[in-house]
Every structure is written in structure tokens, then in C-alpha cells.
């Protein structure tokens, strides 16, 4: 089947990661004014958990970031009839572990000072 053929199911998308769908299309190099006009038919969330929960529910087709459906695709609630894309968007993590490390600590530090301005 063809990716514009999602176009005809309801879109679910996040204020936060309004990118989500654009940048998708692109990758399938599929038409921009069809995505539009299927995301006016689709239904927004504020929180990404919540856009998730819909996907899981049935209610939709939605993108999400890999590693946070992860265990959803490996245990078959969710699908990638695609696979995923590469995108510019970067997840960190931080690890309660490496909390005191000296590195950590610096980075701390600079975030601190760069929100300060």
C-alpha cells in the first residue's frame, strides 16, 4: 500500500511536535496540500502521552518519537507500516545514575548559565 493511502484514515497530531506530519511527508515525498487537508479532518492533543494513548485506542493514525512506541510496535499494539525517518530532532536522556558524574555536573552548569542569558 501506498503512504498516501493513510491520508484517508484520521490523523492524530501534538501542539508539541507540530513538525511531526510535514516532515513525514516529505520523507514519502507525497503532496503537502493532501496532508493539510487531512489534518483539518484529524484531532490535535496538548501532550504527546495522550496522542499515544489515542493511536493504541484505535482512534487514529499518529507519529511519535521511535523510542518512546518502542515497546508498543515490539508488543504488536502499534504498527510502522513505513518504518521510521530520520529526522533533526534529538531526544536526551538524563540517567539518575550519572547524576554526580564530573560531566554531568558541567552540563548542569552550562544550561544553567545559558538560561540565565
Request: with cysteine; proline share 6%; hydrophobic share 45%.
Amino acid at each position: 500500500s501506498h503512504p498516501a493511502s493513510l491520508f484517508t484514515n484520521k490523523l492524530l497530531y501534538t501542539a508539541s511536535r507540530p513538525q511531526a506530519w510535514p516532515q513525514w511527508a516529505a520523507a514519502q515525498k507525497l503532496n503537502g496540500s493532501t496532508l493539510e487537508t487531512a489534518l483539518k479532518k484529524g484531532q490535535g492533543f496538548a501532550h504527546l502521552y495522550y496522542l499515544m494513548e489515542a493511536a493504541v485506542a484505535g482512534l487514529g493514525v499518529a507519529i511519535a518519537p521511535r523510542l518512546l512506541v518502542e515497546d508498543d510496535l515490539n508488543s504488536g499494539r502499534l504498527v510502522a507500516p513505513w518504518g521510521s525517518i530520520e529526522t533533526p530532532a534529538r531526544l536526551c536522556l538524563w540517567l539518575p545514575k550519572h547524576t554526580n558524574a564530573r560531566r554531568s555536573e558541567a552540563l548542569v552548569d552550562w544550561l544553567l548559565r545559558e538560561l540565565k542569558g
